[in-house]
Every structure is written in C-alpha cells, then in structure tokens.
C-alpha cells in the first residue's frame, strides 16, 4: 500500500510511519541502515528501483529527496510506501520545494532509523565535497557516481581531492569484477609485470582507477589507451614471461589470455546500479583500497599529462 501526503511536515509523516509499522508488527524495526538519496525527478524512478532491489539484500529505510522548483514556496509532498510494496524496507519519497531543497538535512533527520547506520546516496551529479555536503554530513558511507556528472574524470578527480573516509563512488565499485579477475589470473606464477595498459571508451573514470590502482599495486608504469567501447574492453599486463590479458568487446564476456595456456572464456557483464549499490552496502567502514587507488589517481593523471 502506498500512503501520500500531500503539503505535509515531518511531524506528519513521522506520525504516519509509526502508525504504518504498528500496522505491520514491526517494519523498521527489522532495518539494518538508512539510505538517503538525493536526486531530481528525472533521476527519482531508477534511484528507487536499484535501492529496492539492494535492499532485497540490506533491509533498509529509503528516504528519496527529489528537489524540485526551489523557486516555489517551501512545501513537501510525500509519498510512503509501507514493507511489501516495493521490497523488505519502508520507502519515503519526498519531495521539496522551494528552500527546503537546500535544507534537506533538517527534513531527513526526524525520519532516519533510531541507532541504525546512515548511507547517503546520489544517483547523478553529487557534491564535490560529499563529506561537508549538509545530507553526507549525517551518513557514515557516501557514495557517489562520477560517471553521470557532464565531465566525469574532472568530477572524479575534484571530489578524490576531497576524500575522506567513508567516501566511495560507483565508478570504483564497477571495477570489482574486474579486479578480481586480475588477481586470480596472478595468482599463479606469472614473473615481474613490467608494464600494463587500460583500455576503454573516452572519458571513463572507471579506467582511471582501474590503472592508479594498477599503477599503485604493481609499481609499474600503466599506459591508458582509447577504444570505442563500450566501457573498459581491455586489461593487458607485460610481464617477464609473456602477456597476461583481459578483453571484453561486447561488455558481458570476456577472453582471458596467459602465455603457455589456452584462451578462457570468463563472464563478465558490465553492472547496473543496484549490484553496484549492493555491494557498497556490505560494509559501513572506510573503503582503504579505494582511498590508496584514489590518492594514486592525481598524481598518475599529472604523470600521463606530462608525457602528452
């Protein structure tokens, strides 16, 4: 059942929550965190729908703040939609109009789960500083997406400036199933990797962390190279035996080669955001695998620069 609350306060609505968890003989009291999103109308629909579906996996509390005209007066209109309806968790839409949009922080507060963890979320262009941001201010995890802002290498490379722990984006969590490949494939012996390139589509930043991270790991020079896609298409590690490679031209499979041994097919899909968000969700420390992979980016950007 879904609840709506048309110019409504959070007095209201935190009146309505509780009536809707008595309903149901429990509701929040069986959630493991809050996620916060703060998003558009645009983005509101796809947002919901990967929260719904990570939550199928993290029962949680999902408190969508959609801005809208914030040149209308201050109202909020919301929309609740009790356990059952679209997934384990209680999800509340609000939407906020006027200043409040710039207030979000003071809205969401009444509505986060007592003594549970708080995840802030945006699904398309978030703040440069995430941890200053009044809503990531509130949140133990922040994640963002450099790869929906119009310039997403800048917008990476700007809010890795800024990183503090607790910070992750989704263009790194992407990288998962392709680190782990790498490392697998390494496993075995493979003598010294003196050199690796990364190959992917234009303005991926998803390829710029795969090779820091590359680059900080393996202490040896990485070459980013420029293909049509879609996504990252190629991994290849020089080593003193011979070539370790990772190609992927039609973004779900993909060919690992090693010198000495015949090619395997490995699958390897590109991920939407709720596998993404999923996997985020599992931890609540600092992420220090991304933070050593994202203070290496600057300095191997300034690097790539200075050859041209």
């Given at each position: 059942m879904t609840l709506y609350l048309p110019r409504t306060t959070t007095?209201?609505?935190?009146?309505?929550?509780?009536?809707?968890r008595l309903s149901v003989g429990g509701g929040a009291?069986?959630?493991?965190?809050?996620?916060?999103?703060?998003?558009?109308?645009?983005?509101?629909?796809d947002a919901v729908r990967a929260a719904t579906e990570a939550g199928r996996e993290h029962p949680s509390r999902v408190v969508a703040l959609i801005r809208r005209d914030p040149d209308a007066e201050p109202a909020i209109d919301a929309e609740i939609r009790r356990p059952g309806t679209s997934g384990p968790g209680e999800a509340v839409l609000l939407r906020l109009y006027g200043?409040?949009?710039?207030?979000?922080?003071?809205?969401?507060?009444?509505?986060?789960?007592?003594?549970?963890?708080?995840?802030?979320?945006?699904?398309?262009?978030?703040?440069?500083?995430?941890?200053?941001?009044?809503?990531?201010?509130?949140?133990?995890?922040?994640?963002?997406?450099?790869l929906r802002a119009p310039d997403p290498l800048r917008?990476?490379?700007?809010?890795?400036?800024?990183?503090?722990?607790?910070?992750?984006?989704?263009?790194?969590?992407?990288?998962?199933?392709?680190?782990?490949?790498?490392?697998?494939a390494m496993d075995q012996p493979c003598g010294w990797v003196n050199s690796a390139r990364v190959t992917a589509e234009a303005h991926?930043?998803?390829?710029?962390?795969?090779?820091?991270?590359?680059?900080?790991?393996?202490?040896?020079?990485?070459?980013?190279?420029?293909?049509?896609?879609?996504?990252?298409?190629?991994v290849r590690l020089t080593t003193s035996e011979g070539d370790i490679a990772v190609s992927r031209v039609d973004?779900?499979?993909a060919t690992l080669s090693r010198f000495g041994q015949p090619d395997q097919t490995v699958?390897?899909?590109?991920?939407?955001?709720?596998?993404?968000?999923?996997?985020?969700?599992?931890?609540?420390?600092?992420?220090?695998?991304?933070?050593?992979?994202?203070?290496?980016?600057?300095?191997?950007?300034?690097?790539?620069?200075?050859?041209?």
């Open positions: 007095s209201q609505i935190t009146e309505a929550l509780m009536s809707e009291m069986n959630m493991v965190l809050t996620l916060v999103i703060v998003t558009d109308e645009a983005d509101h629909y200043p409040l949009g710039e207030h979000a922080d003071s809205v969401v507060t009444p509505l986060l789960v007592p003594d549970a963890p708080v995840v802030a979320w945006w699904p398309g262009a978030g703040p440069l500083n995430p941890a200053a941001d009044p809503v990531g201010r509130l949140a133990q995890r922040r994640i963002t997406d450099a917008d990476l490379v700007e809010r890795v400036a800024h990183y503090r722990p607790g910070d992750t984006d989704l263009t790194w969590t992407r990288l998962t199933p392709w680190r782990s490949l790498l490392a697998s991926y930043p998803s390829a710029e962390l795969l090779a820091a991270w590359l680059s900080d790991r393996l202490e040896a020079p990485v070459e980013r190279a420029v293909s049509h896609g879609p996504g990252l298409t190629e973004g779900r499979v699958a390897l899909a590109r991920r939407g955001a709720a596998l993404a968000l999923a996997e985020e969700l599992r931890r609540l420390d600092a992420d220090e695998t991304y933070e050593s992979a994202a203070h290496h980016l600057g300095p191997l950007l300034a690097e790539s620069g200075a050859r041209g």
